[in-house]
């Protein structure tokens, strides 16, 4: 509740309603690839094990990307894990991680999330 000084009343304005379409003829939002790539790779240096991703790729494999169609992503990544890890486990940690970070940031939906290791070494952070 607001309370007004006497003799103040002319300092009040009265902003009418505003009257917006609704949100589905507002606009849209796109979303391009290249950031969700960025964001799957950020979310990917956050697990512990994993020493690095690759955004450009080794000659013998495709870079790390993302397609986004309409509400759906895919993503491919490359990272390096480090040694002794448990492969297969981490791949399930930083599969489940990411797609949980990408949906957070861009309400997509990851219909499928590629990791290739392409790398062992150094020590587990």
Known sequence: ???????????????????LPPPERRGRTEIAGRAV?????????EVPEVRAVHLRGL???????AEVHGDLAVIRMD??????????????RLREHVIRRVTYQTGLTVTRLDITMTDLGGDPR
């Open 37 to 45: 790539t960025k964001i799957a790779c950020c979310a990917a240096e």
């Open 1 to 19: 509740m607001t309370t007004i000084a006497p003799g103040r009343e002319a300092d009040v304005v009265t902003v009418p309603a505003q009257r």
């Open 59 to 65: 000659p013998w494999t495709h870079p790390s990307s």
């Open 79 to 92: 990272v390096s894990v480090a040694y002794p890890s448990p492969l297969h486990a981490v791949a399930v």
